[in-house]
């Protein structure tokens, strides 16, 4: 069913969840490594990142919202499924505030577990491409695009970067079409994805 | 043959005398009893015998190692003096104390002495004899007195009664001085002048000697108020009349309308007011002294040089005198003889009586201590029927009832209830058994059925005694009471361990969903397996497995929730504390990882098991764990710790749960044990008063320190019994 080559790690401190999740999503074609802890997680720093990261919440020392800023730090960035042993409605909104793809309660069902699983991967694969994307702007590509993640008027843009309003028009084609972005509403999101118009150019 | 008869049994009699004779002469070396013979000049109911017996017998020093006994013999000198009694009663004296001669006689008043040394041949020559209550002047015609005869004479203490007269008188600016015209009469003025001398910066000194007694009485009518006077020897008057002394005190207190005192007992009675005399316990005493030191080894000799001058005195007093003269009982002496507080029969009838109590006296001793022994007999009658009476009453308003119990003879009326019969059996048999005191509390079932709670308390009749005997009293009220408040209590407990399992709700779902969790994933795996060519069987067993021990996991968790969640007590048992620690810390693990609390331990290994009920002991854990990190909220997330220790200490096993919060912060650390105390917004102020009376009831002790650098231990220490 899926991708042989794509693995999964499961961060679970209880044993035979961790088996059962192992075998699991084995069963369904995946490579899987376990890990008891967040720090056992982070000793693996040198490894290709995961195509998927299912993380219990309430693990012991560095627990599940702690590895995740860890690796948002650091830039490692995998699909991130959490699961916990009970639905606790503040770490959850926490957890998809930072990026989680989703957030699962124990015991779950394979037909909701291995879907969340793979649009995550799914997600995953779709960012890593918008970032690929993004590499090949030019610098004057990414100004213009900064600038209308920003909700500045073409106008505008062209005086905060010393150019004629004609020329952003011309660069905003350009991006749309390397985006595949078929309207400004999908640029917009495109651009949101990409952590871009959070903070404004000085 | 008769006369042969005759003459032997006549050298039997006198070898019999021999022999007698040989004990007096060496009285029984070695003898362990010391014996002391008392001749008393008088009879045995007169006043100053029975005060000068008892001064005698308080003060010999009789012990268990020397045991003094006491002889008395009353001769009643005065009034039976012919010479042949005398000699009877020498020769009575003789034979009675022929097989235990005394060690020391005492004599008691002169007449006994004046027999006593006339006779010395024949009574005793070998013993010491001490002397009481014998006047100087009467020693006279005896003395010198054998160097083995000793004591102190009585001397009339003149000063002694001035001084008390003075006293009784504050007002007196005048002390009139009579005395008679005999050559004995002035020289005992002589003497009074060096006596009385220190009065005379107080009164006004008279002195009316050696007057004719119709001179006297004139000059002593003339007397007013401001006079005291003092009489004293008086054998001859001024115009040569001879006198009794006793006779001139009636004529000279007759004529004095001031009061009149003497330091002479015979003057008492005559209308003086009284004196300072010699007092007769006193002399009792200070014989019973010689005597002992008689009795310990020293010789008479020795004692004789430190032998005091006179006699002690005491204050005597003629009621009625004092009455007239206005003197207040509470001014008289505590050792005071007070006479004439009520006129006698004696006195009254005195002529008449004397005749009749001679011949009466000795059926007046016997009946008198026949009388004495009814009475007391009818005392100890009327105390003992007195006492039940009371503890009628007492048991009657204590609403109580006596018991007696005898294993033999089966019990009637209530029945003891069958729960209770064989822990009250084995109670009064061990009190039976051993002679202490047994306090039971039973059930027993009336006739009508009607169950009621009985607390007894009983003891065994006497030594190796088949009874008890007890009483009884019905608590059936108390005892439900302290049912329902022992049923309140459990449900106080019941109601804060589910309060607390409430703040764990979170950590219980999780522990229970995890091993749901696995079961689910295993078994959809499983399912994933099955649709598979070819089948991984050994794979699918290993699933199998897995669920299956997922599942009793489950099942722990549900039992060990369902304990704590149900209501009612269960019996206590052997508890492996350690176990109990992990699994409590299992139950809150979630919740401190959730709080960021850090969690340490430290259990000693192999410590003894505590008897204990489970769940009331796992409360307690709890209650303290979620104490600790409660207590931590304010602490640095990184700086909460928790630490949990176990060991074996004395007879102890101790548990403490330390934290590194704010620590406690009430002046007096007992008061967290209070009820109601509570620093938590939503806090019932029970968890730790509850813990307490949980730790009390397993006779161990919970106590709560801040440590030294920050936070609070609280401690569990519970007995641990005897392997």
Same mark, same amino acid.
């Given at each position: 069913?899926?991708?042989?080559?794509?693995?999964?790690?499961?961060?679970?401190?209880?044993?035979?969840? @961790?088996?059962?999740?192992? @075998?699991?999503?084995?069963?369904?074609?995946?490579?899987?490594? =376990?890990?008891?802890?967040?720090?056992?997680?982070? =000793?693996? =720093?040198?490894?290709?990142?995961?195509?998927?990261?299912?993380?219990?919440?309430?693990?012991?020392?560095?627990?599940?919202?702690?590895?995740?800023?860890?690796?948002?730090?650091?830039?490692?960035?995998?699909?991130?499924?959490?699961?916990?042993?009970?639905?606790?409605?503040?770490?959850?909104?926490?957890?998809?505030? =930072?990026?989680?793809?989703?957030?699962?309660?124990?015991?779950?069902?394979?037909?909701?577990?291995?879907?969340?699983?793979?649009?995550?991967?799914?997600?995953?694969?779709?960012?890593?491409?918008?970032?690929?994307?993004?590499?090949?702007?030019?610098?004057?590509?990414?100004?213009?695009?900064?600038?209308?993640?920003?909700?500045?008027?073409?106008?505008?843009?062209?005086?905060?970067?010393?150019?004629?309003?004609?020329?952003?028009?011309?660069?905003?084609?350009?991006?749309?079409?390397?985006?595949?972005?078929?309207?400004?509403?999908?640029?917009?999101?495109?651009?949101?994805?990409?952590?871009?118009? @959070?903070?404004?150019?000085? | 043959?008769?006369?042969?008869?005759?003459?032997?049994?006549?050298?039997?009699?006198?070898?019999?005398?021999?022999?007698?004779?040989?004990?007096?002469?060496?009285?029984?070396?070695?003898?362990?009893?010391?014996?002391?013979?008392?001749?008393?000049?008088?009879?045995?109911?007169?006043?100053?015998?029975?005060?000068?017996?008892?001064?005698?017998?308080?003060? /010999?020093?009789?012990?268990?190692?020397?045991?003094?006994?006491?002889?008395?013999?009353?001769?009643?000198?005065?009034?039976?003096?012919?010479?042949?009694?005398? *000699?009877?009663?020498?020769?009575?004296?003789?034979?009675?104390?022929?097989?235990?001669?005394?060690?020391?006689?005492?004599?008691?008043?002169?007449?006994?002495?004046?027999?006593?040394?006339?006779?010395?041949?024949?009574?005793?020559?070998?013993?010491? &004899? &001490?002397?009481?209550?014998?006047?100087?002047?009467?020693?006279?015609?005896?003395?010198? $007195?054998?160097?083995?005869?000793?004591?102190?004479?009585?001397?009339?203490?003149?000063?002694?009664?001035?001084?008390?007269?003075?006293?009784?008188?504050?007002?007196?600016?005048?002390?009139?001085?009579?005395?008679?015209?005999?050559? *004995?009469?002035?020289?005992?003025?002589?003497?009074?002048?060096?006596?009385?001398?220190?009065?005379?910066?107080?009164? *006004?000194?008279?002195?009316?000697?050696?007057? +004719?007694?119709?001179?006297?009485?004139?000059?002593?009518?003339?007397?007013?108020?401001?006079?005291?006077?003092?009489?004293?020897?008086?054998?001859?008057?001024?115009?040569? !009349?001879?006198?009794?002394?006793?006779?001139?005190?009636?004529?000279?207190?007759?004529?004095?309308?001031?009061?009149?005192?003497?330091?002479?007992?015979?003057?008492?009675?005559?209308? &003086?007011?009284?004196?300072?005399?010699?007092?007769?316990?006193?002399?009792?005493?200070?014989?019973?002294?010689?005597?002992?030191?008689?009795?310990?080894?020293?010789?008479?000799?020795?004692?004789?040089?430190?032998?005091?001058?006179?006699?002690?005195?005491?204050?005597?007093?003629?009621?009625?005198?004092?009455?007239?003269?206005?003197?207040?009982?509470?001014?008289?002496?505590?050792?005071?003889?007070?006479?004439?507080?009520?006129?006698?029969?004696?006195?009254?009838?005195?002529?008449?009586?004397?005749?009749?109590?001679? %011949?009466?006296?000795?059926?007046?001793?016997?009946?008198?201590?026949?009388?004495?022994?009814?009475? *007391?007999?009818?005392?100890?009658?009327?105390?003992?029927?007195?006492?039940?009476?009371?503890?009628?009453?007492?048991?009657?308003?204590?609403?109580?009832?006596?018991?007696?119990?005898?294993?033999?003879?089966?019990?009637?009326?209530?029945?003891?209830?069958?729960?209770?019969?064989?822990?009250?059996?084995?109670?009064?048999?061990?009190?039976?058994?051993?002679?202490?005191?047994?306090?039971?509390?039973?059930?027993?079932?009336?006739?009508?059925?009607?169950?009621?709670?009985?607390?007894?308390?009983?003891?065994?009749?006497?030594?190796?005694?088949?009874?008890?005997?007890?009483?009884?009293?019905? %608590?059936?009220?108390?005892?439900?009471?302290?049912?329902?408040?022992?049923?309140?209590?459990?449900?106080?407990?019941?109601?804060?361990?589910?309060?607390?399992?409430?703040?764990? #709700?979170?950590?219980?779902?999780?522990?229970?969903?995890?091993? /749901?969790?696995?079961?689910? #994933?295993?078994?959809?795996?499983?399912?994933?397996?099955?649709?598979?060519?070819?089948?991984?069987?050994?794979? /699918?067993?290993?699933?199998?497995?897995?669920?299956?021990?997922?599942?009793?996991?489950?099942?722990?968790?549900?039992?060990?929730?369902?304990? $704590?969640?149900?209501?009612?007590?269960?019996?206590?048992?052997?508890?492996?504390?350690?176990?109990?620690?992990?699994?409590?810390?299992?139950?809150?693990?979630?919740?401190?990882?959730?709080?960021?609390?850090?969690?340490?331990?430290?259990?000693?290994?192999? /410590?003894?098991?505590?008897?204990?009920?489970?769940?009331?002991?796992?409360?307690?854990?709890?209650?303290?764990?979620?104490?600790?990190?409660?207590?931590?909220?304010?602490?640095?997330?990184?700086?909460?710790?928790?630490?949990?220790?176990?060991?074996?200490?004395?007879?102890?096993?101790?548990?403490?749960?330390?934290?590194? +919060?704010?620590?406690?912060?009430? !002046?007096?650390?007992?008061? %967290?044990?209070?009820?109601?105390?509570?620093?938590?917004?939503?806090?019932?102020?029970?968890?730790?008063?509850?813990?307490?009376?949980?730790?009390?009831?397993?006779?161990?002790?919970?106590?709560?320190?801040?440590?030294?650098?920050?936070?609070?231990?609280?401690?569990?220490?519970?007995?641990?019994?005897?392997?």
């Amino acid at each position: 069913m899926s991708d042989g080559d794509q693995t999964i790690a499961v961060v679970d401190d209880d044993p035979d969840v @961790r088996k059962a999740l192992t @075998r699991l999503l084995r069963g369904d074609g995946y490579g899987v490594e =376990a890990f008891d802890s967040a720090e056992a997680f982070l =000793a693996q =720093a040198d490894a290709p990142p995961p195509a998927c990261l299912i993380l219990d919440v309430n693990l012991p020392d560095l627990d599940g919202l702690g590895l995740q800023r860890r690796l948002a730090e650091t830039g490692r960035t995998s699909p991130i499924v959490f699961l916990t042993g009970y639905g606790d409605i503040p770490k959850s909104v926490q957890a998809i505030k =930072a990026g989680a793809t989703d957030f699962l309660t124990k015991p779950v069902k394979a037909a909701v577990l291995l879907p969340a699983v793979r649009a995550a991967i799914a997600q995953g694969a779709g960012e890593a491409q918008l970032r690929e994307r993004a590499a090949a702007l030019s610098e004057r590509e990414r100004e213009v695009l900064e600038g209308i993640a920003q909700g500045k008027l073409n106008k505008q843009v062209a005086a905060d970067l010393g150019i004629v309003e004609q020329t952003v028009k011309f660069h905003r084609a350009r991006i749309m079409k390397h985006f595949e972005a078929n309207s400004a509403a999908e640029l917009m999101l495109i651009a949101a994805k990409l952590g871009l118009g @959070r903070k404004p150019l000085d | 043959m008769v006369g042969l008869a005759g003459r032997s049994g006549a050298s039997l009699r006198l070898a019999a005398i021999a022999i007698a004779l040989s004990l007096i002469a060496w009285p029984a070396a070695g003898a362990d009893i010391k014996t002391v013979l008392v001749l008393y000049s008088s009879t045995r109911l007169l006043p100053a015998a029975i005060e000068a017996d008892r001064g005698l017998r308080e003060n /010999l020093a009789s012990s268990v190692d020397q045991p003094v006994e006491l002889y008395a013999e009353f001769l009643d000198l005065p009034r039976f003096d012919s010479p042949d009694f005398i *000699q009877t009663f020498a020769r009575y004296l003789h034979e009675k104390y022929a097989e235990r001669p005394p060690d020391v006689i005492v004599t008691a008043g002169s007449d006994a002495l004046v027999l006593l040394v006339r006779n010395r041949t024949e009574l005793f020559p070998d013993v010491p &004899v &001490v002397y009481i209550a014998t006047t100087k002047a009467l020693l006279a015609p005896i003395e010198p $007195l054998p160097p083995d005869v000793i004591g102190v004479p009585v001397v009339y203490d003149s000063a002694g009664t001035v001084a008390l007269a003075l006293r009784w008188h504050p007002d007196a600016n005048r002390l009139v001085v009579v005395a008679g015209g005999s050559p *004995q009469d002035r020289e005992v003025v002589d003497r009074l002048h060096g006596e009385l001398a220190p009065f005379a910066d107080r009164v *006004q000194i008279e002195y009316f000697p050696a007057l +004719g007694m119709p001179e006297l009485e004139k000059r002593l009518a003339a007397l007013g108020p401001g006079d005291v006077v003092f009489a004293t020897s008086f054998f001859m008057d001024g115009d040569g !009349r001879a006198w009794i002394g006793k006779e001139a005190a009636a004529k000279i207190a007759a004529a004095s309308p001031a009061p009149v005192y003497a330091p002479f007992n015979t003057y008492i009675g005559t209308g &003086v007011v009284g004196g300072r005399m010699p007092s007769f316990a006193g002399m009792g005493k200070q014989g019973a002294e010689l005597v002992n030191q008689l009795l310990a080894g020293a010789t008479p000799q020795s004692l004789a040089a430190s032998l005091p001058e006179r006699a002690p005195t005491h204050v005597e007093v003629d009621w009625r005198q004092a009455r007239r003269f206005g003197i207040r009982e509470s001014d008289v002496p505590a050792d005071a003889v007070i006479q004439f507080k009520e006129p006698t029969f004696w006195e009254e009838y005195r002529g008449v009586a004397i005749g009749g109590i001679a %011949v009466m006296a000795v059926q007046a001793v016997l009946i008198g201590a026949l009388l004495v022994e009814r009475r *007391q007999r009818q005392r100890t009658a009327a105390a003992l029927d007195e006492s039940e009476r009371r503890m009628g009453m007492a048991a009657r308003a204590a609403a109580l009832s006596t018991w007696s119990w005898e294993p033999a003879r089966p019990a009637s009326g209530a029945r003891l209830h069958p729960a209770d019969r064989a822990e009250v059996e084995k109670a009064t048999r061990r009190a039976l058994e051993s002679g202490e005191d047994v306090s039971l509390e039973y059930r027993v079932i009336r006739p009508d059925g009607e169950v009621r709670w009985l607390a007894a308390y009983g003891r065994r009749e006497a030594a190796g005694g088949a009874r008890l005997l007890g009483v009884s009293r019905d %608590v059936t009220e108390r005892k439900q009471a302290e049912l329902a408040a022992e049923q309140d209590r459990a449900a106080l407990r019941h109601m804060t361990r589910v309060s607390t399992l409430g703040q764990l #709700s979170a950590s219980i779902a999780h522990q229970l969903n995890q091993p /749901l969790a696995a079961i689910l #994933s295993n078994a959809e795996a499983a399912r994933q397996l099955l649709g598979r060519e070819p089948l991984d069987l050994a794979e /699918l067993r290993e699933i199998c497995d897995d669920i299956v021990r997922s599942d009793s996991r489950a099942v722990d968790v549900i039992r060990r929730l369902t304990a $704590l969640f149900r209501r009612g007590e269960v019996p206590r048992e052997p508890v492996d504390v350690n176990e109990l620690l992990l699994e409590t810390l299992e139950l809150t693990r979630t919740e401190l990882a959730m709080r960021h609390v850090a969690l340490l331990t430290h259990l000693a290994p192999d /410590l003894p098991r505590v008897d204990a009920e489970r769940v009331q002991l796992q409360q307690v854990f709890l209650n303290l764990v979620m104490n600790a990190a409660d207590a931590m909220e304010d602490t640095k997330e990184t700086e909460r710790e928790l630490t949990v220790r176990s060991e074996a200490n004395g007879g102890d096993v101790r548990i403490s749960v330390s934290d590194t +919060g704010s620590g406690i912060s009430a !002046r007096n650390v007992e008061s %967290v044990f209070d009820p109601f105390w509570t620093t938590k917004a939503g806090g019932m102020g029970m968890g730790l008063a509850i813990c307490r009376s949980i730790v009390q009831s397993h006779h161990g002790t919970l106590m709560a320190a801040n440590n030294p650098d920050r936070g609070a231990t609280f401690c569990v220490a519970l007995p641990a019994p005897a392997p």
